[in-house]
């Protein structure tokens, strides 16, 4: 029982912290309830949008989800550009932009994207998540719009419990003790 307790300690010591498992989350972003710059998404797709500025956004509330470090973003968007044109966006958590990703034309595709991105903790529970146009389509290259269907994966990461500083000191002095009983008991029974 002894050794088992040492052990521990000893563990403890060496690793200097105890791993805790990440929580996450998935949304379903962007849905047809989401708010664009023209209203809620519905049905979306199209060629709407082609300036600077828009944006679709959708807020989730009472997550369970304290803070998040990663994500992975898995959505879709219609692109109704010429071949010569091409559109950018910034894609941000409660305001933070945690990415950016750019498409060229091609009139009557369906673009799909994928993003996995780390980033400084940002606190939650809730998180509005948005997407926004970094650029504008020049005059004539058409248009582009959301696809309701994607998802977000918000995570905490995998982090650690530090263990207190005092903590190797307690173990270094239980040891100690442990190891003065030892002895002391081989020698009485010698």
Known sequence: MRFRFILAVAFIWFSGSIPASAATISLDFPSSDATTSNGLLGAGG?????????????????????????????????????????????????GTVVDSFSFDGSRGSIENITLTNTFSSISGDSYALSIVATSTVFPGGGSWNWLPGGTVILSDGVSSVPVPAALPLLASALGGFGLLSWRRKRKLAA
């Open 46 to 94: 199209g060629g709407i949008f082609f300036q600077a500025g828009k944006s679709i956004t959708e807020t989730f509330t009472s997550t369970g989800l304290s803070s998040a470090v990663s994500s992975t973003w898995e959505f879709s968007m219609s692109n109704e550009m010429a071949d010569t044109a091409s559109a950018s966006f910034n894609v941000l958590i409660n």
